[in-house]
């Protein structure tokens, strides 16, 4: 047993400090008491910083990355370093200077250079993203003292997501900062040279896209170019032309000594800051249901998304003795509060630094913290916090426990003892540390001669992803005879049981065994009986997980196998063949190109111009409908929910609601004054449900309150008993239960199926049938309304993200009994839509604009991510059955398909979606005979609705099933299957279209040609010759898309063209801005049109006391559109008038 050195407890403690301050680009803030509930995110965007955004509220999106800068007096510099605002607790960034969006630049003090990059490169679209990408790399080129390479940045963006670019345009933005690339970014070896300029791999002549001239002109007058803009340069950044606008470190902040902090928040919250290990166990004794916390990374998830409440918080950041870091002759020794980055980066100093048998397990380290979180979650994520939670599925603690580790515990008397990593987790989320216990440091031993530590770890996706199973494994070898035998061996997962799991039986059968084939046999036995998955196990993939043992298990041994390599003449090696399952992999800097055309007639349109919101993205000026300030008065609005699929609501009790803090008001079905009964095409869905729940997530009341957080809290306290009844969960379930919408059996025939099937024109027949999963719209704007009344509540007005006001409009109209006359709603710009907003968004405003209407009052709602995934449906999931007739040679003669959709529980553009589905069933496909059976089918899930291609990528991945299948049969290679079966000109279709200018076979054949296919297919198959454990493929698959909605009058558009005495020009339209461009390419129509510069044109907003406005439209209908209504104002144009005059 040990205890506190006697110079820590004679240290004098000071007085706690009741005053907390930080720096908010530049600007000294003054914290006071009672703010310990709130988040920086929350404290930011209260103080009108909105470019900092609210994507997910648990570290998986970076739209709210801040960078956070502060002295370290250890290092006697300032650090700068990425983080997550939606977790940092506010009193967390104490005596730190934290830089926003707005601070790297803005209009007023000009651009950063990589605010014009990504600018330049089209790295933004919605732009809800854009600010969170621009700080992760700003906050990491502050902190590099060189420019960082092309794999770091990429690196520093994994803990960002955008769902509208492919990352390809903000990758190429980036790259211009990486050190091995100061200029353009091009495979030179591609593109060749002729008087200093790049050659366009389209033409074959010079061209100079970045100076926005053309070199060279085709025989049609076009140019052609591959290249986009000039980029600015790493220079740029540290140069003279930025530097001196570069926020400094507040030189407070330098001198300013740290205290112990004793701070509050609402509800008794507390929050302690404490400077010494004595102090901390001080207040674990006093408390010992306290939460001690570094990044708050897994309190501040728990806290939001199960809704703990905790009363003590223990900041544990700034103790020295919690935050050591030494390398000692045995090994390493982390203290609990240390960072993952900092941990990552002494690793890797370790790893230079010390014989490479030393630190076969710091290299296992380095290598699983790479995956295992976004730099934001690593830059604030502690080691012992991750040893603590002591989740199922954490990457490290495998390792950990299988690398000898112990961890160093001190109880509140200052005792101090050591238990093992393999035996410190003892159930789910339980851990070996009694109630007065804290964990001090972890130690990590060098590894030996022959000891070799490995990590595994299986994610769904490669970065930034939890862990299906993961594993750390280890073995020490000793050399006798002619034989490598185990000496000492741990085998140690994660997924696999409520708590990381050692595989004793293994590690016991592994000991004494010589390191060879019957080891490997003989362990992979032992394994299987040593690690069970229960059937039912959460997290589902059963026999999945139990494969994965074997295989992590597998690699191991060949991997080893292969380090001991050449150390002496061994029987065992590994073949060549085996090589590719041991190999790490190796992601190259993502690398893109693109071909398009410039035309040259002196006009905007056919030039690549910038997206017209993107500098206001950048600077995250650009006002998103949750950035809207509140007017006077307003109440924030929460959802009371359904919790079951099918019920009978029996009784609701909202007194707790009613007493909760800041309580305004709470709303159900009795008290909406127009109808409750709404829909986008049939109205068979309640605002409020009444007396039936049919989803999890259906609404059932509104609770308005003073704050979001209020308003949340209270709708959380309304009770509601039901009666359960029998849900349908399943497109099968739906099918045996005959449970499908009224009058949505659709049927399209083509010739006689029946009659080819019997005829012997078929040579073979395959019947089959296909699954396609549903699918989240993760637009990274949540759904927002807000709602104010006119004139006494003569008038509603509402903002909204949505790509269909109208519908809002509608809505709001019939549930508040008003005319339509009377309600107006406008959209600036929404933050990704993908159908998701289309109708679902219109249900948020209803539902807000019924206390608004009835307090007279403006609400304002905006869901978190996960209610906002709970109730607002998905891609529809579809089944497929089918049977196809075929000859010998691959031609397709029948095809017999039923097809049904998961509606929910309600049909909204169901239908509709059905319909397109059904169309493009036979893909591009002539089929002599067919006949397509479809059915909407009711389930008791939230409605489902619009998504991206709306019905038709499912309909065409069951064509390509039963594609495969034929090349199967027919042991052809797919391609050739669909180049034998493709439409051609004048084929009529099974919906009786004769196709007109069909290219499908040009287009084909010119990109087979240009890709190089038959060469890339070729290696795919000799790499595959020659790896056993790990293939590649390569495929060519057509696709299709009706052009036009399929009911008719919503193909049409409106637009107002208003031509001020200045020559400006404004422009309203019924489309809405949600990333795709749609306002730049129609300002493109409207300055070209009228001859006039692109600046001279705006476009506002959208808004329905404008335009009459339908669902979402092209680009190309609201530009033709807007062309007709310039060439009749041109028409009626003097002739002898100038623009100017």
């Known amino acids: 047993m040990g205890s506190l050195k006697n110079e820590e407890e004679m240290e004098q403690i000071v007085e706690e400090s009741k005053e907390a301050i930080l720096y908010v680009n530049g600007v000294r803030k003054v914290l006071p008491d009672g703010l310990a509930h709130l988040t920086l995110l929350e404290y930011l965007r209260d103080f009108g910083l909105t470019g900092t955004k609210l994507g997910c509220g648990e570290g998986g999106c970076g ?66 993203c854009t600010p969170g990408f621009i700080m992760s790399l700003y906050a990491l080129l502050r902190s590099s003292q060189t420019p960082p390479t092309e794999e770091q940045i990429e690196e520093s963006l994994a803990g960002n997501l955008c769902r509208c670019t492919g990352y390809r345009p903000i990758v190429d933005a980036f790259r211009v900062f990486a050190k091995t690339d100061d200029a353009l970014y091009a495979d030179i070896s591609s593109l060749s040279l002729q008087g200093g300029e790049f050659v366009c791999p389209s033409t074959g002549k010079p061209c ?87 990044g708050n990374t897994e309190v501040g998830v728990e806290m939001r998304l199960k809704r703990i409440q905790y009363q003590v918080f223990i900041s544990v950041t700034h103790v020295p003795e919690l935050n050591m870091l030494n390398v000692k002759e045995d090994g390493i020794e982390i203290g609990a509060a240390v960072r993952l980055t900092e941990l990552l980066n002494l690793l890797r100093e370790v790893v230079t630094q010390h014989p490479a048998h030393e630190t076969s397990a710091c290299k296992a380290f380095i290598e699983q913290l790479k995956w295992f979180a976004g730099t934001q979650i690593k830059n604030v994520a502690s080691v012992g916090g991750n040893v603590c939670t002591a989740s199922p599925i954490s990457d490290l603690n495998p390792l950990w426990m299988a690398a000898r580790a112990k961890f160093r515990i001190i109880n509140c008397k200052g005792n101090i003892r050591t238990a093992l990593a393999e035996k410190f987790f003892l159930g789910y989320r339980k851990v070996d540390l009694a109630g007065d216990e804290i964990l001090l440091s972890v130690f990590l031993p060098w590894t030996r001669c022959f000891e070799y530590v490995k990590e595994f770890k299986q994610a769904h996706r490669r970065d930034d992803d939890i862990a299906i199973v993961n594993a750390g494994m280890r073995v020490c070898l000793e050399e006798k005879g002619e034989e490598w035998v185990v000496s000492d061996a741990s085998i140690a997962y994660g997924g696999v049981a409520p708590l990381s799991l050692c595989a004793i039986k293994t590690k016991e059968f592994l000991i004494g065994k010589k390191w060879n084939q019957d080891v490997l046999r003989g362990a992979l036995n032992v394994l299987r009986t040593d690690i069970l998955i229960k059937e039912d196990a959460p997290g589902g993939m059963v026999e999945f997980r139990k494969s994965l043992t074997l295989s992590f298990f597998f690699k191991f041994f060949l991997w080893v196998l292969h380090q001991i390599e050449g150390k002496k003449p061994i029987k065992e090696k590994v073949l060549l063949s085996h090589l590719s399952a041991i190999k790490s992999l190796h992601r190259p800097p993502l690398v893109a190109s693109q071909d398009y055309e410039i035309k040259k007639h002196g ?20 006002e998103y409908t949750d950035d809207t300030p509140m007017p006077p008065n307003g109440l924030h609005a929460a959802f009371v929910l359904s919790k079951k699929p099918h019920a009978r609501i029996l009784a609701i009790d909202d007194s707790g609601a009613k007493s909760s803090p800041g309580f305004a008001g709470i709303f159900f079905a009795k008290d909406v004054p127009g109808s409750n009964e709404i829909g986008p095409v049939v109205m068979d869905e309640e605002l409020f449900a009444s007396e039936f729940v049919t989803c999890v997530g259906q609404v059932i009341g509104v609770v308005v309150a003073d704050t979001h957080e209020n308003a949340k809290r209270a709708a959380g306290k309304v009770h509601v008993e039901y009666e359960e009844l029998p849900a349908i969960l399943s497109i099968e379930d739906a099918v045996s ?52 009344t006119m004139d006494g509540g003569n008038e509603v007005h509402m903002i909204s993200s949505t790509q269909a006001p109208q519908k809002h409009q509608k809505y709001v109209s019939h549930v508040l009994g008003l005319p339509m006359s009377k309600v107006v709603c406008k959209t600036k710009r929404i933050g990704g839509g993908f159908g998701g907003k289309e109708t679902r968004s219109a249900f948020l405003a209803a539902a807000a604009a019924i206390p608004s209407y009835l307090m007279n009052r403006p609400v304002k709602i905006t869901l978190d991510r996960d209610i906002d995934m709970m109730t607002s449906g998905q891609r529809h999931s579809f089944l497929g059955k089918y049977k196809v007739g075929f000859t010998n040679n691959g031609k397709v003669l029948a095809l017999d398909l039923q097809i049904y959709n998961n509606a929910g529980n309600s049909l909204d553009l169901s239908l509709a979606i059905l319909e397109r589905a059904m169309f493009h069933s036979d893909n591009v496909y002539e089929i002599p005979n067919v006949r397509i059976f479809g059915s909407v089918c009711f389930t008791n899930f939230p409605s489902h609705t619009a998504f991206r291609g709306f019905g038709g990528p499912q309909g065409m991945l069951i064509a390509e099933n039963w594609i495969q299948r034929i090349a199967l049969e027919l042991k052809k290679s797919p391609e050739e299957i669909r180049e034998m079966n493709f439409q051609g000109e004048g084929s009529i279709l099974h919906y009786g279209q004769q196709l007109e200018h069909c290219t499908l076979a040009q287009l084909w054949n010119e990109l087979k040609l240009s890709c190089d296919f038959l060469k890339a297919r070729d290696e795919v198959d000799q790499f595959n010759l020659h790896n056993r454990w790990k293939k590649r493929g390569v495929a060519m698959i057509p696709t299709k898309f009706g052009i036009s909605f399929t009911t008719k009058f919503m193909n049409q558009a409106g637009a107002l063209v208003n031509v001020y005495t200045d020559g400006t020009v404004l422009v309203t339209h019924g489309g809405v801005e949600m990333g795709q461009g749609l306002h730049t390419k129609v300002a493109q129509v409207a300055a070209s049109a009228f001859n006039i510069s692109l600046s001279s044109v705006f476009i506002s907003e959208t808004s329905t006391d404008k335009f009459w406005m339908h669902a979402s439209r092209s680009r190309h209908g609201w530009s033709l559109l807007l062309l007709n209504v310039i060439l009749v104002l041109l028409l009626s144009w003097p002739l002898h008038v100038t623009w100017s005059e």
């Not at 939606?86 to 651009?111: D, F, Q, W």
């Not at 674990?284 to 306290?290: F, S, T």
């Open 63 to 128: 739209a709210c990355t801040v960078m956070i800068s502060h002295y370290d007096r250890k290092l006697k510099k300032c650090v700068h370093y990425a983080v997550n605002a939606c977790l940092a607790p506010l009193y967390s960034v104490e005596g730190m200077h934290v830089i926003t969006v707005e601070g790297v630049g803005n209009h007023k003090r000009g651009l950063h250079p990589i605010q014009k990059s990504l600018e330049r490169y089209h790295g933004s679209q919605c732009g809800f």
């Open 208 to 294: 100079s896209c970045g100076s926005k001239t053309v070199n060279d002109i085709d025989t049609n007058g076009q140019s052609i170019c591959s290249a986009t803009y000039k980029p600015v340069s790493y220079s740029e950044v540290d140069g003279s032309t930025y530097t001196d606008k570069e926020l400094i470190f507040p030189p407070e902040l330098l001198l300013r000594k740290l205290t112990p902090l004793s701070l509050s928040g609402l509800g008794g919250l507390k929050w302690y800051r404490p400077l010494t290990v004595k102090y901390v166990l001080e207040l674990k004794e006093k408390y010992p249901n306290a939460k001690l916390l570094v």
């Open 603 to 622: 006009t905007s349109v056919g030039s690549p111009e910038v997206h017209l919101s993107s500098r206001l993205q950048v600077t995250g000026e650009a």
């Open 737 to 788: 239960a005959k449970s499908f919408h009224p009058n949505t059996e659709k049927l399209l025939r083509k010739g006689d199926v029946d009659l080819c099937f019997q005829s012997d024109q078929c040579d073979k027949i395959i019947e089959g049938k296909v699954q396609v999963g549903g699918q989240e719209h993760f637009y990274l704007e949540p759904h927002s309304s807000l709602v104010w």
